[in-house]
């Protein structure tokens, strides 16, 4: 399996195209060959969950059975098109699966990932369908978070990515190391006690999180590859 995330900047006089997008590519998403899970996404400002989201800024988060398929998709599809036409730039990451819990929409989008050892750069998408009585508690402590990731050891970039505002958001983060992940993840006082409140106070009714190897990037966003070479060998 091949996962890839694709960000697109629209020029400022499409956005309204971007959001006609978020309705009409379900349909050839639905019936590309080899796409075995997919969302179209929405994106906030600040590389993280946010209630300001970006017009000019969308996504897309696909399964792929090959990278074949991926690349019959990149290069010849209706969506490719569409994003060549009205898009002023793009990027897009390709991961492998390096392991995964819980579920996304009830399923269970990266399968059960064989275990294995690696070392290098990683990717992590965080995700969660927050309960509505959740809503007040969950964003009070988004600023302090996003604040604690973005200066954390290995942190490298990261993406606010979402399906629906407010209380269906995602993260995707890469790192320098998976020690760094943990680091941030676990060994931050303040990162540590938001996540006892995730469990103690339930602030989800679903969630999935994942980690992935990173394998290739390509494009640009503002004008350079936001991981600035990280992956070229």
């Known amino acids: 399996m091949i996962v890839s995330l694709t960000i697109i900047r629209y020029r400022k006089l499409f956005v309204p195209f971007a ?46 059975d090959s990278r074949e398929d991926f690349d019959r998709f990149y290069h010849h599809s209706f969506i490719s098109g569409w994003w060549k036409i009205l898009g002023q730039e793009g990027w897009t990451v390709l991961c492998k699966p390096l392991q995964s819990h819980g579920k996304w929409d009830g399923k269970e989008p990266f ?7 690696y070392t290098g750069p990683i990717a992590v998408l965080t995700r969660a369908t927050i309960k509505m009585s959740k809503l007040k508690s969950f964003w009070s402590h988004v600023d302090e978070v996003a604040n604690l990731m973005t200066t954390a050891t290995g942190y490298i970039t990261s993406f606010g990515i979402g399906e629906a505002p407010v209380y269906r958001q995602a993260t995707f983060s890469i790192w320098q190391s998976l020690d760094d992940v943990k680091a941030f993840a676990y060994k931050s006082r303040q990162h540590a006690e938001v996540i006892k409140l995730t469990r103690s106070e339930g602030w989800y009714s679903e969630e999935l999180f994942a980690r992935f190897i990173p394998l290739e990037s390509f494009g640009s966003l503002h004008g350079k590859d936001p991981l600035n070479d990280l992956l070229k060998k």
């Open 19 to 64: 959001l006609l997008a978020m309705a009409i590519h379900r349909l050839p998403m639905l019936m590309q060959k080899g796409c075995s899970f997919y969302k179209l996404l929405g994106s906030g400002h600040n590389g993280t969950f946010d209630l300001q989201p970006d017009w000019r800024q969308w996504g897309l988060l696909a399964c792929w």
């Open 111 to 117: 399968e059960n990932p064989t275990p294995q050892d």
